[in-house]
T-cell receptor
Framework: DADVTQTPRNRITKTGKRIMLECSQT?????MYWYRQDPGLGLRLIYY???????NKGEISDGYSVSRQAQAKFSLSLESAIPNQTALYFC????????????FGAGTRLSVL | GDSVTQMEGPVTLSEEAFLTINCTYTATGYPSLFWYVQYPGEGLQLLLKATKADDKGSNKGFEATYRKETTSFHLEKGSVQVSDSAVYFCALTLSSGSARQLTFGSGTQLTVLP
């Protein structure tokens, strides 16, 4: 089983709909992150969380919200999806120690029509 | 702010060719440097890392040396294989500060032909 699991893997939705992307991990890490990947732009940080009570905005948080339901679960919501939120979304985890290596899920491909 | 600049792709090589993907960075502190690889349909996985100047990271035949004087971390492999076809991302994280988020380059698509 994957250490960092994202669901769904693919999603197509319509403009204005609310959508939630979920991430769960079995690595026991405290830190969790949400990134989006766009062609030619690399990955950009949306939100990050150091523990259940500590959630922080990243570089591009507008239009997104998150919930850290437990140490192992970190969900990303699009309150009212718009077409320019079409992207590949990745969840990642880390310990915060040493080089702070991050471990990524397989990604969710989201299309907003 | 911190940033990473990578060689633009796509890069197409024949099997057994030599690979270099250039990466330079700008950072306010002393970053740790990484190369991540993304195989088709998969998430990113760490390929190698270096945490201080002159460190050499290596894995699966790939190498990169942390050059503080040129602020570079170029990825090299002496003989690529078809299975190395993937997107490669250079990234950094600062060694101090609370966030310690990863800052990524734009990625370089590598295709290796048999």
């Amino acid at each position: 089983d994957a250490d960092v699991t994202q669901t769904p893997r693919n999603r197509i939705t319509k403009t204005g709909k609310r959508i939630m992307l979920e991430c769960s991990q079995t690595k026991g890490h405290d830190r969790m992150y949400w990134y989006r990947q766009d062609p030619g732009l690399g990955l950009r940080l949306i939100y990050y969380s150091f523990d259940v009570k500590d959630i922080n905005k990243g570089e591009i948080s507008d239009g997104y919200s998150v919930s850290r339901q437990a140490q192992a679960k970190f969900s990303l919501s699009l309150e009212s999806a718009i077409p320019n939120q079409t992207a590949l979304y990745f969840c990642a985890t880390s310990t915060g120690q040493g080089a702070n290596i991050q471990y990524f899920g397989a990604g969710t491909r989201l299309s907003v029509l | 702010g911190d940033s990473v600049t990578q060689m633009e792709g796509p890069v197409t090589l024949s099997e057994e060719a030599f690979l270099t993907i250039n990466c330079t960075y700008t950072a306010t502190g002393y970053p740790s440097l990484f190369w991540y690889v993304q195989y088709p349909g998969e998430g990113l996985q760490l390929l190698l890392k270096a945490t201080k100047a002159d460190d050499k990271g290596s894995n699966k035949g790939f190498e990169a040396t942390y050059r503080k004087e040129t602020t570079s971390f170029h990825l090299e492999k002496g003989s690529v294989q078809v299975s190395d076809s993937a997107v490669y991302f250079c990234a950094l994280t600062l060694s101090s500060g609370s966030a310690r988020q990863l800052t990524f380059g734009s990625g370089t698509q590598l295709t290796v032909l048999p």
